[in-house]
């Protein structure tokens, strides 16, 4: 199994789930791009695609068939890595596959996307807090990037030029009824307290899917990975174990 972590974070956020399935699985939880002890580089061009391809030559690299987790952009990668390679299923937390929206049918989701700033306008230190402000506040809700400790700041501000470009990228991409050629076991998690716009676009994915199945978690929003680890572990164990 594949664990791919959300954009911001590091592979450290499935050290528990890795520890729950390891008695009967091979768990492999790398760092994307620019996490973990190589930053990517302020400045310099950076696009999606190139997270995929990592990934799908770890992929090929395995002899048994491998189940793919991820968390928002992680979940964003495992659609594409899918599409590119036969895994064996997928569950996903919140994919930012925003594709996947109608225009018609999701307007009102659609025009809830449309707040973040695409420049990037970066301090004396090459950093731009204010979008990262303003990322955090809309995923968490007015506050939350104020609310975070000290720490938790310092490490987005790392990687703060490498989570604008994932964000900048993956709004470019235009896969959407594409994704249908996915036709692997796939749970697709959301949580009610989330964004409407990424409540929407995990409904959307699993109605797409040929065997998606949506779940909704109650009281959570788009961290539950991290805030609610239990519950969501609890769900993707099973769900892998079935699949």
Same mark, same amino acid.
């Given at each position: 199994m594949i664990?791919?972590?959300?954009?911001?974070?590091?592979?450290? $956020? !499935?050290?528990?789930?890795? $520890?729950?399935?390891?008695?009967?699985?091979?768990v492999i939880t790398p760092d994307l791009i620019g996490y973990g002890?190589?930053? !990517?580089?302020?400045?310099?061009? &950076?696009?999606?695609?190139?997270?995929?391809? %990592?990934?799908?030559?770890?992929?090929?690299? $395995?002899?048994?068939? /491998?189940?793919?987790?991820?968390?928002s952009y992680g979940g964003f990668l495992a659609c594409h890595i899918a599409r590119a390679i036969?895994?064996?299923?997928?569950?996903?937390?919140?994919? /930012?596959? &925003?594709?996947?929206?109608d225009p018609a049918r999701d307007a009102d989701a659609i025009a809830g996307l449309q707040g973040l700033r695409t420049t990037w306008e970066p301090?004396?230190?090459?950093?731009?807090?204010? !979008?990262?402000?303003s990322f955090v506040d809309w995923w968490n809700g007015a506050g939350a990037w104020a609310a975070l400790p000290p720490e938790?700041?310092?490490? &987005?501000?790392? /990687?703060? !030029?490498? %989570?604008?470009?994932? %964000?900048i990228t993956l709004g470019g991409d235009t896969t959407g009824a594409?994704?249908?050629?996915?036709? =692997?076991?796939?749970? =697709? +998690?959301?949580g009610a307290r989330s964004p409407?716009?990424?409540?929407?676009t995990c409904e959307r994915l699993a109605e797409l899917l040929p065997r998606g199945v949506l779940k909704r978690f109650e009281g959570v929003?788009? +961290?539950?990975?991290?805030?609610?680890?239990?519950?969501i572990d609890a769900a993707i164990v099973e769900h892998v174990c079935a699949s």
């Open positions: 664990c791919l972590h959300s954009g911001g974070f590091t592979s450290r $956020q !499935w050290k528990r789930l890795a $520890q729950t399935l390891a008695p009967t699985h091979h002890a190589e930053p !990517w580089p302020t400045g310099e061009p &950076f696009h999606y695609q190139q997270d995929v391809d %990592v990934i799908v030559e770890i992929v090929r690299a $395995q002899v048994d068939p /491998v189940h793919l987790v991820g968390h036969p895994v064996a299923s997928l569950a996903l937390y919140e994919p /930012v596959t &925003f594709s996947v929206l301090d004396e230190y090459g950093v731009d807090e204010p !979008w990262l402000a938790t700041k310092g490490a &987005f501000r790392a /990687v703060g !030029w490498k %989570v604008f470009r994932e %964000v594409g994704f249908a050629s996915i036709a =692997v076991p796939t749970l =697709v +998690m959301t409407l716009g990424e409540q929407r929003g788009h +961290m539950a990975p991290i805030t609610h680890q239990a519950l």
